[in-house]
Structure formats: C-alpha cells, structure tokens
C-alpha cells in the first residue's frame, strides 16, 4: 500500500544537527513532491518547505532558511530533511507527507507517523 | 508571511451543523484555489479532509464541505458526530512556492 515510513525518534543537544528520514513504498516516489511540517508540542502545524524528488529542486519556509537541507535519494525512495544549530523550540514531531496537487500546491494526501525530535541539553 | 487565521474552538451538538472558518489575505487564500482542511486526532497524523477549497478525496464522507469567498476559506461539518470532535487545520499556498497553514481550531461535539 502507498505508506511513507519515518526513521525513529532523536534526542538532540542544543546547536547540534539532526537528520530525519522518510521512506516512500507504493507509488512512484519522482512523481510527487515531498513537503516536511512539524508540530511543535501542543501547537499548530508548521510547514518547513518542500523537495522535489524529480531532480531534487527545493524551497524552504523564510524561517528555516540556512538551517534546513532536503535531499533524495531516488535509489531507496526515500527522503531526508537535515536541521543544524538546534535549539530547544526546535523540539517537535516532524512529519513529511506527499503532495498530491500535481505540484508544490499543498494537498497532503499521504503522511509518515512522525518523528519526535527532542532538543536538550 | 504570517499563518491563516482560524477561530480556536468551535461546537455543535449531534446531528447539527457547523462551519470553521481560515482567514488570510489576497496573496493566498483571496489569489489562489489551493486551500486544503486537515483532521488532527491526538497522537495521529493529519488526514486530509479537503483539497483545492472543495474536493473530497476519496473515503472522506460528503458531511464534510468546503467552500471560499473572498480571502476567507471555510469547512463545514454536518451531521455532527461524537467522532468528528477533534482539531482541524486548513492551510493554503502562499505564491511564490510558499505553503501557510492556519492555527488550528479544536472542534467540540456537545
């Protein structure tokens, strides 16, 4: 079935870097962008921005800008967001989920279980 | 860019209607017809309720609507049932490749 499947949960210090990966089975992973948004605890969704796994172009939030790398590997299917210099209120589940728009248009019909990424020293 | 803006709760009893409104501006919601609605249960990932301000993806029940006019997007849900009272987001593209998701808004069945 069409799943996307999450790497596990991290425990991170302040100012060090964390890398997420999200793995897509059933269906073909170049044919849909790929957007990462997380969810701090207790808070609203945040989107970080998207890949497209066609080519590997990338847009990211304002916010994240220079924190944030999303890369592919198309060989595994399988997606990757890399935040630097975290901090504590980067502590959040973070979920990538497939666009179904056709484009970058935000219609997230499939979504990975999350991945909990605690920042602390 | 700032977040869409969505009431914090609303309510309805059993059986009736009620309608959970986004509101952006004119460079997303008022520009474009890609506003989504996501349902939030605790613990779960969001499921998608509604894309491209209206269509239902396949399985969602047609209690579910949505509807825009202006730079103000809504959802409405009728019929209410026990199951339906949980967190709800929309969200909208933004131009310029750029997504926004509104704030939340917790549904109450009364």
């Known amino acids: 079935q069409v799943q996307l499947v999450q790497s596990g949960a991290e425990v991170k210090k302040p100012e060090a870097s964390v890398r997420v990966s999200c793995m897509a089975s059933g269906y073909t992973f170049t044919g849909y962008y790929m957007h990462w948004v997380r969810q701090a605890p207790g808070q609203g969704l945040e989107w970080m921005g998207w890949i497209n796994p066609n080519g590997g172009g990338t847009n990211y939030a304002q916010k994240f800008q220079g924190r944030v790398t999303m890369t592919r590997d198309t060989s595994i299917r399988t997606a990757y967001m890399d935040l630097s210099r975290l901090r504590s209120d980067d502590t959040a589940i973070y979920y990538c989920?497939?666009?179904?728009?056709?484009?970058?248009?935000?219609?997230?019909?499939?979504w990975g279980q999350g991945t909990m990424v605690t920042v602390s020293s | 860019q700032s977040a869409l803006t969505q009431p914090p709760s609303a309510s309805g009893s059993p059986g009736q209607s009620v309608t959970i409104s986004c509101t952006g501006t004119s460079s997303d919601i008022g520009d474009y017809n890609h506003v989504s609605w996501y349902q939030q249960h605790p613990g779960k990932a969001p499921k998608l309720m509604i894309y491209e301000v209206s269509k239902r993806p396949s399985g969602v029940p047609d209690r579910f609507s949505g509807s825009k006019s202006g730079n103000t997007a809504s959802l409405t849900v009728s019929g209410l049932q026990a199951e339906d009272e949980t967190d709800y987001y929309c969200s909208s593209y933004a131009g310029s490749n750029l997504l926004l998701f509104g704030g939340g808004t917790k549904l109450t069945v009364l």
């Open positions: 989920a497939r666009d179904e728009s056709g484009g970058y248009y935000g219609a997230f019909d499939i």
